[in-house]
């Protein structure tokens, strides 16, 4: 008995200590290119997930979008690893959707280890270029044809002078443009190619060291970024294939040895250090850091302090990045390296900055000129406001009377207000400019309450206020008002005797006359009734007698 219940346990040790093995393996995905073409076949290799798994591979846009929801290119599929957890599996890129010069992603998940592997690559669509490379003073230059689905290869040293002729280019219409050298392990080049006509050329030195074969691609107009966003690949000398640059070996009679050693050089794909910021204008912050030498690109995330929710971006071609700062914010960024063998890096330590304080709310705030139907609203305005935003209402009620002022407005006067009534405002500043337009948060609410109505004693004012008819026995009846030419509107307020409100309007008052129809709906009981009329600072009332 003792003996079966080792043999058991000897027997669960070893599988979970190999279920352990295998979850304890880095999982990767890689692509035999960094770029493709719309209707290239792009070949995925997967490593390090569990003997005979099952894993799910899916390509979409990073970030995800465009048609991924609804076209089958980007809809999930199955493989099954091998007895050691590699796999091959294969993608076309869709000729005719909306790959062109996208950022995609591969991923593979494991459906029953977990285990999760992405690698990144982009989708330039296929030039009309032809390219041609001749040497210069004595450089080394061989040519290699096209192998299966390869490559044309024009065979190139470390450090020669070349000149590189591109023919038949229907894209560009002007009379430059920039040629992209996709330098896998140790950085892009670029240069500037003249010419017109759909023939351009320009002499270029290879880089050392120079690393693995390299596509060349182009894009119109001179010293444009140099990385794959809007290139077109350059086809080689055989028909219906890419071209790439590769560096080489020579003897003394110019004859290739061998490929160059520093391909072999192993790419330490770690995550980026020594982060800098720096507060480029009161509205964006440039955070840089250490270059990775094999990167091809970053991954950026960030999230503001005290927020769990992240977002990602891609950045190529450099190592910094701009933070647009539309309000004082705190911020946490971490980076991870996308690397030349397809590998991505663990995240970095998280890194966290303040952006420069900008659009900030007006400040100063006071109310003062109260009287029973205004009052006036000071503030100190915020100093890069493109225009301001004046909000104000009743206490009680949802929505505000709102107002547009100019960026240098200091203060709003709030007309037709209700006597004895409690009202609030608050002001925000609005920002446009360049890189941005945004409204800023709005200043704390200010409150108020009017004073008691001043009651006009001029018997030939209160005598200028009219209803008619009076008695009205339907509800519908006009209202008619003169006042000063100076006053372009009123509000109306009818209550019943123990002050109940049942109309209540604004109304204009056009050379000096208000007239305004009022008809009352269902359910209004018969009896007196009190009309006030607030015209500036007046205020006119008369009674109402309702009675069908």
Not at 508 to 529: A, D, M
């Amino acid at each position: 008995m003792k003996t079966k219940k080792f043999t058991q346990l000897l027997a669960c040790t070893f599988v979970c200590l190999f279920v352990l093995g295998n979850s304890l393996l880095a999982q990767t995905l890689t692509s035999d290119e960094i770029d493709y073409a719309p209707g290239d076949i792009a070949t995925f290799t997967g490593a390090g997930f569990g003997s005979g798994e099952n894993v799910t591979i899916r390509v979409t846009h990073n970030p995800t979008g465009g048609d991924d929801a609804t076209s089958s290119a980007h809809q999930p599929w199955d493989v099954t690893a091998d007895g050691d957890g590699n796999f091959s599996t294969t993608w076309t890129v869709p000729a005719d959707q909306d790959e062109a010069w996208a950022d995609l992603i591969a991923t593979a998940d494991g459906q029953s280890s977990g285990s999760h592997a992405e690698v990144l690559f982009t989708d330039g669509p296929n030039g009309t270029g032809v390219v041609t490379v001749t040497a210069n003073g004595g450089s080394c230059l061989g040519f290699t044809p096209a192998q299966s689905n390869g490559p044309d290869n024009w065979e190139v040293a470390e450090g020669g002078s070349y000149t590189m002729t591109i023919t038949g280019v229907t894209e560009c219409s002007g009379g430059e443009i920039t040629v992209f050298v996709q330098n896998s392990n140790t950085g892009n080049f670029c240069f500037t190619a003249t010419g017109g006509s759909g023939t351009y050329s320009a002499s270029f030195t290879i880089p050392s060291p120079t690393c693995n074969t390299m596509p060349i691609s182009y894009k119109c107009g001179a010293d444009q970024p140099c990385d794959n966003a809007n290139t077109y690949n350059a086809n080689g000398q055989s028909d219906n294939h890419k071209v790439h640059l590769r560096a080489s070996i020579f003897n003394g009679s110019c004859e290739k040895t061998g490929e160059d050693e520093d391909c072999n050089t192993t790419c330490i794909c770690a995550p980026p250090t020594n982060f800098t910021v720096d507060s480029i204008s009161p509205v964006s912050a440039l955070i840089c850091w250490d270059e990775v030498p094999c990167a091809n690109g970053y991954r950026v995330g960030w999230t503001k302090q005290n927020s769990n929710k992240w977002y990602y971006r891609t950045v190529t071609g450099e190592h910094c990045t701009t933070f647009t700062n539309n309000y004082p914010t705190v911020y946490k960024i971490t980076i991870a390296t996308l690397c030349s063998t397809g590998d991505t890096s663990a995240y970095s330590d998280i890194f966290i900055f303040h952006t420069y304080p900008s659009c900030l709310p007006p400040t100063d705030l006071f109310t003062n000129n109260i009287s029973a139907t205004q009052a006036t609203g000071h503030w100190t305005p915020a100093t890069d406001a493109s225009e301001q935003n004046f909000w104000f209402r009743k206490v009680g009620t949802a929505s505000f009377t709102r107002k547009t002022l100019s960026a240098t407005a200091t203060s709003r006067v709030m007309k037709n207000l209700l006597p004895l009534t409690s009202y609030e405002w608050k002001v925000r500043s609005s920002c446009s400019d360049d890189s941005r337009s945004v409204n800023g948060t709005f200043s704390p609410l200010q409150t108020f309450t009017t004073n008691a109505a001043r009651m006009s004693m001029n018997e030939s004012v209160s005598s200028s206020l009219n209803i008619y008819p009076n008695p009205s026995s339907d509800g519908n009846f006009v209202i008619a008002l003169n006042v000063n030419n100076s006053v372009d509107h009123a509000t109306i307020t009818i209550t019943n005797l123990l002050g109940k409100v049942i109309y209540q309007q604004e109304a204009p008052i056009n050379g000096g006359v208000l007239s305004q129809q009022v008809k009352f709906g269902e359910g209004i009981p018969t009896g007196t009734y009190m009309v006030r009329i607030i015209a500036a600072e007046t205020v006119y009332t008369t009674q109402l007698v309702y009675q069908p």
